[in-house]
């Protein structure tokens, strides 16, 4: 038996135990590096199909993918509750480890929401791939943008909301001279444009939708079933596949994730140029900052600690120098010493010349984490870089030349930056240190 037949045959052998659910598979070189990333709705069927000997897989699948299967040594899952869950984990992943056969799911392309502007006197409701961090309910990510605009008609229908973008205000006055659009003539909106509804009512009535929403609908799908049945004794066939067809759409808004659970940061980060110009003031250098670098760490009771370094290029994430650190040299919880840690193993490149210090280095963290990442640099002999911390709950910013935090208002566009930067190292740390632990398939730097 050759060496390639022995390592096909051990691949087989593994993915008979794969379960038979919905989850994602990682096609993995000998370096334990992801080459690939899929989903699947029967994990063992869908990752054995690559591995068949009388597949043709050339033929099937294309070169790309046959030069990768003669990469692959080991193959891996990850088991998802359903499908939906696959899916936007499978996006997610993809995103941040960019394995280099993914093709699809690793431009910036996020998974649309449903807003509902709370904060207003008459809230609208609207599909969004960029909605507002206050005054908001947010319901999504949603995996079909077409699904989601297709059962936002039928809720219209049903609940009446205003899907405008006018600015009504409840004080003003002018509002019973304002003449409703079409959707109210057909009674697809109750007209708060034109004073045709009252706020307690329209407040009343999106508060329904919220608890349509987050509920599982049984109410209205049961009206809905007796209408199509109905219409379908009466022989009003027609009638009758229009209520099927508001029932599928309906019975698709499960297909969905939930804003904490899969998050999508891009889609909440800010214009970052006068975030940059302010932030080299504050920083007090001569030359834009352009290269800015967070860190964080991530363990639980000491045990399977992680650093995450994430890379920002005039503002925005550039994944490519995006690193994960499996902490080797410290024992127990010892944030300060993991950030040490990881701060010696990254920069030694830079110290040789090999790669480009950043202009700034941002620890998730205290004035200690500040002062341990410092320290590192110090024993190092690095050479003069801005080193900053950002703590949490407070928003206080710790710089090297002040005893005391920097507070910046929470719409300060520096701030805003600063923290995108933070919780995406800490996203990035906590993402795999809770998802892939249980695989073991935290690669090193």
Known sequence: MTEKERILNKI?????????????????????????????????????????????????????IVEMISKVKTVDFLESPNEVDALLQEARLIKDIRPPYNTDLVDDKTFPYLEIRTGEDYPGVYITRRPKEKGVRLFGPFTSVTDLRAALVVLQK??????????????????????????????????????????????KLIADLTKFLGSKRSVILRQLKKQMEEASAAFEYEKAAMFRDRIRLIERLDQRGTPGEHVQPEVFAADPTEALIKLRDILKVAEPVRIIEGIDIANISGKEAVGSLVKFIDGKPFKNGYR???????????????????????????????????????????????????????????????????????????????????????????????????????????????????????SEE
């Open 324 to 442: 994960r650190f499996k902490i080797k040299t410290v024992q127990g919880i010892d944030d300060y010493a993991m950030v040490r840690e990881v701060v010696r193993r990254r920069y030694k490149y830079a110290l040789r010349g090999e790669e480009l210090w950043p202009d700034l280095i941002l620890i998730d963290g205290g004035k200690g984490h500040l002062h341990a990442a410092q320290q590192a640099l110090d024993e190092m002999n690095a050479p003069n870089v801005k080193v900053a911390s950002i703590a949490k709950k407070e928003e206080e910013i710790y710089l090297q030349e002040s005893s005391q935090p920097l507070r910046l208002a929470a719409n300060s566009p520096v701030r805003r930056l600063l923290q995108y930067v933070r919780d995406e190292a800490h996203r990035f740390a906590q993402h795999y240190h809770h998802i892939l632990r249980s695989k073991k398939m935290l």
């Open 12 to 64: 087989r052998e593994k993915i008979r135990t794969f379960p038979t659910e919905p989850g994602l598979y990682f096609m993995k070189d000998s370096a334990d590096r992801v080459l690939y990333i899929g989903k699947a709705k029967n994990l063992r069927s869908r990752a054995g199909s690559y591995f068949q000997p009388a597949s043709d897989l050339l033929s099937s699948r294309g070169p790309v």
């Open 158 to 203: 049903i609940f009446k909301f205003r899907t405008c973008g006018i600015e009504i205000k409840e004080d003003n006055p002018k509002r019973r001279f304002f003449r409703p659009c079409l959707l109210y003539s057909i009674k697809q909106c109750t007209g708060p444009c034109g004073a045709r509804i009252g706020r307690a009512e329209y407040k």
